[in-house]
């Protein structure tokens, strides 16, 4: 679903749409239960990908506790849940595996700092140029990444350090035990709405399972959770160079994704909460969580598109839901590890399997038949990055591709109309002039066939950078080399400053378009005229 549909479906199944801050008994009670529920889905998915990360199951739970809180006290946007992500896991592996621990401490610090400065900067409002197909199929690659993962908890230690799939018995319990979980979560809303409803699912198949005694995988056979208070701890690195080198990679390619996962969730959690902005402030939540996490021994994260989902369908749609959350996970490490892992896996994969279907976009089958075929092919090329490799990667191709085919259409907009006018030929330009569309500019006259005068009219295309600058000063210079007149209409007063040797052969009129070409050109065209 797109969007707006994804905005439905959380309609649907959450309270009525609540404040900046709790006003009411009812409000803060669906913001505490809201947060209850994303820290039971927290676990499991903190814990797993720090065994993808190759690192203790804590440095993963105490990711999720301090990016979550940090982000959730000064983030961008209300709403949403940050921790550790399986995007950044699958980066951090290699690093963990030839270099230690401490040395991914020292690039989640670095990292935060990148993700600072760039917040600083104001970068984050280029999220802005992500096309809407890149978006979609940025939402079916992450529901598709995150349905995979849930795969592995149908796995069962084979006794000799490995897994096997579950057959027989235990397969049909859990599939039972998931299928279940799904059910209640899809009832419980048209029953009542006073508990969330994956918290619903979630305590309802606990207690079966507990009060029944059934044997399946359960929270604490992944690994105990129990720990303290994480505690600070300067990496253990050498403050060198070759430190730096090291580092520094990772950091720059982790604060990507982080950054692009966070501002995408952030534009994804906007449509339903009907919030906006944010997008800078987001980076520098983001980038002090990290740089916290890395000196407390955390492996760093970013926003989760899962639990987000789970938060707002849950009616948690201000900060106090995701402060609850993060508080109630450091609880679970403190005190409460012993009832925290009894949870059954499968009732904490009917709830991501929830997330899974409210998430992907299904009419996106519907949608490809229908949208321009570069378009439907971003939107695959997006999804299936996504799976495949990373989210940073799938999100830059998405938009590389629609870029160039964005430049592509408007470089075959270019034409002309030709007209007499006083014994002059006017060329009437219509089509924007740009590096894509310069060629066939200069293919639109015929300085060897025209009249000793020649006009060329702008007043329906615009001048858009240093090339086509660069286009229309060749242009002067074929008509000049036969010592024809040329000259140029509707060009704006920025053309009339940057052209250097067709600038005597404009005209001046009172209605020549006041639209600016990026200053940065008039250095650039000033010397490309001056070698002709």
Known sequence: MTRSALAAFAAAVSPPHAPALPSSVAALRTEILSGLTVALALVPEAVAFAFVAGVHPLVGLYAAFLVGLITALIGGRPGMISGATGALAVVMVSLVASHGVEYLFAAVVMMGLIQIAAGLLKLG?????????????????????????????????????????????PLVTMLALVAATMAIIWVMPRLTRAIPAPLAGIGIVAALVIGFGIDVPRVGDLASIKGGLPAFHIPAVPFSLETLKIVLPYSVILAAIGLIESLLTLNLVGEITGKRGG???????????????????????????????????????????????????????????????????????????????????????????????????????????????????????????????????????????????????????????????TDGFSELFTPEDDPDRVIVDFASSRVADQSALAAIEALAARYEARGKVLVLRHLSRDCHALLHRAGQLMVDSDDDPDYGIAVDYGVRAGALGAGH
């Open 279 to 437: 997008a800078s402030q987001e980076c520098v939540a983001q980038g002090i969580a990290n740089t916290v996490t890395g000196v407390f021994g955390g492996m760093g994260g970013c926003a989760m598109i899962g639990q987000s989902m789970i938060n707002v369908t849950s009616g948690g749609r201000t900060r106090l839901a995701a402060v609850t959350a993060a508080l109630f996970l450091l609880s679970f490490i403190l005190f409460a590890s012993p009832l925290i892992e009894q949870i059954p896996l499968a009732a904490l994969v009917g709830v991501m399997f929830m997330v899974v279907i409210g998430t992907f976009a299904w009419q996106t089958f519907r949608v490809l038949r229908k949208v321009p075929a570069t378009d439907a092919v971003v939107i695959v090329l997006v999804t299936a990055i996504t799976v495949a490799t990373d989210l940073a990667m799938a999100v830059v191709a998405g938009v590389i591709v629609s870029a160039l085919a964005y430049a592509w259409q408007n470089a075959k907009r270019i034409h002309a109309t030709t007209a007499e006018e006083d014994g002059a030929k006017v060329y009437r330009i219509e089509g924007p002039l740009f590096f894509g569309s």
């Open 125 to 169: 409002k280029f999220i802005r140029l992500v096309p809407h197909p890149v978006m979609l199929g940025f939402v079916n690659g992450l529901a598709i990444v995150i349905g995979l993962a849930q795969l592995q908890q149908f796995r069962l230690p084979d006794g000799n350090g490995g897994h096997v799939w579950m057959t027989g018995w």
